[in-house]
């Protein structure tokens, strides 16, 4: 007799796969939506800077801020999800979120030393934020594939939310990232100030600091270079008046406008009050020296330049409001325009006052050039090639910065080379 079949039992139901919750969803959405722009801009940067690099083309520089905002938007909010909820894969997104922060970190000294090769730098960053958005894309993705949601369920945490998450994110973020990053820009804020001035201004812990220096040259002939600050504290000003030799003299800085080519005079009055400081204009009064004008007129700056300075004295007689934000944003400048600015405002001024040095090197009177730290450097190399060297340095002290507790501080010694 054959023995009866028994059949295996059924398996059970199978349990339907469970849809992924609406916060889950949106959250996937999210993150995918970062990640997209964030490649996105990188492509975007990259075909800019190639342009820029190769052909010396802006055609892209429009598009590049509207999709720039969005991703660092995005990655912003991101990052401070990432602090509320553990469900974020840090892993994917904190490169993402830290890349911008973390290249202008590493762009601002660059910025300074190699300012000339810049946009070499500019496109290497942006080579390296391709590379990264599509290696996190192809390691989110599982392979080289795309497919929406760029970033899938199975990389959330199960945890919505985690106190020590959270404490530990605050407390980096508070007492870690934000000092240093304040302490970083201070150092390259002071970097920057004192390699772009050659020296002739310092910005110090305890304020801002300018370096007058005193050339001489084989024959006797001295030039004294001052390095001057629209705004400053009124005992700076009283000081170099009193330090000038009384039979100096003082070629002095100052714009003309005979024909009237600017609609609003140039002051720096409310700047001055907003800072609790002075104005040169007002307190730098030298007195027993011989006053020479040794600048330029307005009417040898290019079109350019005059309807910039039209529209900054307009925002600084008014204020920013409405009307003066809207004439602003009208503005196109041309390209190159930062070149011709600065040709006008620097170059040219800086030739005019060397022809009244040169002519008056046969003279027995020292002479006296206080003018913008921005000039500086140009007057010192134009002077140099005359054959005139440093012989004596002494540094004041521009504006204090007047933290709660701190003692006023004299100005540096004199020093001689």
């Not at 772009?196 to 801002?208: I, Q």
């Not at 000081?239 to 080519?261: H, I, R, W, Y």
């Not at 307005?298 to 350019?304: D, L, P, R, S, W």
Request: with cysteine; charged share 15%; net charge neutral.
């Amino acid at each position: 007799m054959q023995p009866p079949v028994i059949s295996p039992p059924p398996p059970p139901p199978l349990e339907p796969e469970r849809k992924p919750g609406p916060g889950r969803q949106l959250l996937v959405l999210l993150l995918s939506l970062c990640l997209g722009l964030f490649l996105a801009d990188a492509v975007v940067s990259l075909v800019d800077d190639s342009l820029i690099l190769l052909f010396d083309l802006h055609l892209l520089a429009l598009l590049r801020v509207l999709v720039f905002l969005p991703t660092l938007l995005t990655t912003l909010v991101v990052y401070v999800l990432m602090g509320l909820t553990p469900m974020i894969p840090k892993r994917l997104f904190l490169p993402v979120t830290l890349f911008n922060p973390l290249a202008v970190v590493v762009l601002l000294p660059l910025a300074t030393y190699y300012h000339g090769r810049f946009q070499e730098v500019a496109w290497i960053t942006s080579l390296c934020q391709v590379a990264l958005g599509l290696a996190i894309v192809w390691w989110a993705q599982g392979g080289p594939r795309l497919r929406w949601p760029l970033v899938a369920f199975g990389w959330l945490g199960a945890r919505r939310f985690g106190w020590f998450n959270l404490s530990a994110f605050l407390l980096l973020n508070i007492f870690v990232l934000l000092p240093a990053v304040v302490a970083y820009l201070a150092v390259c804020t002071a970097l920057s100030v004192a390699h772009f001035s050659e020296g002739f201004l310092t910005l110090r812990p305890g304020g801002l600091t300018v370096q007058a220096r005193k050339y001489v040259r084989e024959d006797g002939k001295v030039i004294h270079l001052v390095p001057m600050a629209h705004v400053g504290e009124a005992g700076f000003y009283h000081k170099l008046s009193q330090s000038f030799p009384t039979n100096a003299v003082v070629l002095m800085e100052g714009v003309t406008d005979n024909n009237s080519l600017l609609t609003n005079t140039i002051t720096y009055q409310r700047m001055a009050s907003s800072l609790g400081l002075a104005e040169q204009e007002k307190e730098f009064n030298p007195v027993q020296v011989q006053l020479v004008m040794a600048d330029v007129d307005v009417e040898q700056f290019t079109t350019n330049t005059i309807g910039m300075l039209n529209l900054l004295m307009l925002i600084h007689a008014k204020g920013v409001n409405a009307e003066t934000v809207l004439k602003l944003f009208r503005h196109s400048p041309p390209p190159h325009f930062e070149e011709e600015l600065f040709d006008d405002l620097i170059t040219k001024r800086n030739q005019r006052v060397l022809e009244e040095i040169h002519a008056r090197l046969t003279d027995p009177e020292p002479i006296v050039v206080p003018w913008g730290v921005a000039h500086m450097p140009g007057v010192a190399e134009g002077i140099k090639a005359s054959g005139f060297r440093v012989a004596e340095t002494q540094d004041y002290t521009v504006m204090r910065f007047r933290f709660p507790g701190s003692a006023s501080k004299s100005p540096g010694k004199q020093r001689g080379s």
